[in-house]
Structure formats: C-alpha cells, structure tokens
C-alpha cells in the first residue's frame, strides 16, 4: 500500500482501530482455522497486521509470527506484543522463497493497487512453503473508492477473486462471506478466502 492519504488515517486512527477489532478479531472462527491449519511452532506473515491482533492470538497458539504493516503507528502498537517480530513496510516488500507455513491478509490487501494485486498474490506463494496455507479476505464489490474517511479501497467480485488466486498458483479451499461495520462506521460486504499454496 502507497495511498499516502490511506497511511495517514491509519496512522491517526491506530488506537481506534485496535480498540474496536480487538474482541472480534481476537475470537474469530477464521483465524481460528487459519492457526490449526498451521504446523505446530511454524512461522506465519501477518501481512497488513494493523495492531498485530491476529498476530498476537498466532503467536500465543504457539507459531513464530512475523507482521507486516504500512503504517508506522500500526507496527508500534504490533511491536509491543509479545511473541510478534513486527517491522514496517509495504507490500511491494513481500520477498523471500520457502519462508512460511501460512500469511494471513485479512483486509490488508483491499488497499493495493488492482495493477500490483497479481504481482502481490505471486509474491507471497513463492514466500510460502510447499502446501502453505493463505487467506485473504477482501471487500466484496467492483471498481475503486474512498471510504467516509478517505481510505483508499480497490474492490472484487468473488469469481474475479478466485481466478486471480489460481492464476497465481494457488488452490482455493474454502470462501466464507459476511457483512460487518469498518472503522468508518458503514457497513460492507466481503469474502474471505482459504488457499494452499
């Protein structure tokens, strides 16, 4: 992610954020699946971790967990929880081969650009390991647009997801669906999609 604007509301906006994702993401069914599908002590990316909430229910099931965010006050309220090596950076950093069992994008990459996405999904199924599990989850619609708060968001409708996702080396395993409120106090569609690398 590069939208400077979408950084800046991030920034601003941190404690926000980790106060009202903290109880849901924290009791969550898919991270739940995401944890079991993981080896015992293996090493996940929460790639776009925000606060590190997830990262920090991952680390305390017992993986070694990396996090990855954009927004330099995001990754220092990640830095502070045990268990979780956090550093800042964005997308476009996503390197490495054989590196993880399993990389968590839950509404992290809605923000990249729909000309990286390819290039972001290739990325992080040559950083995983051979039959390492991915979910992404998304925003379910078409086009670009900015929320109330000026966040920068790119769209998708569920086929167009998918395919992006085979072309990519990936095998979709599961999709759940589901409406919630954002931090801009609308509520949104989205798609949350199991894959083995």
Known sequence: MSDAETLRIYDDKAADYAAQNQDYLSQDPRLHSFIAACPSGGRVLDLGCGPGTSAEVMAAAGLQTDAMDASAE??????????????QATFEAIAGENIYDGVWANF???HAARVSFPG????????????????IALKLGKGEARDA???????????????????????VVDCTFGKSKGLDGSMARWISVACHG
């Open 120 to 135: 972001h999904l290739a990325a992080i199924k040559h950083s995983l390991k051979p039959g390492g599990v991915f979910y």
């Open 149 to 171: 708060l000026g966040r920068l968001y790119t769209y998708y409708e569920e086929d167009n997801l998918k395919d992006l996702l085979m072309t990519a080396g990936f095998s």
């Open 108 to 110: 992290s990459l809605l």
């Open 74 to 87: 995001m990754v220092a309220l990640a830095k502070a929880l045990d268990g979780v090596t956090a550093w």
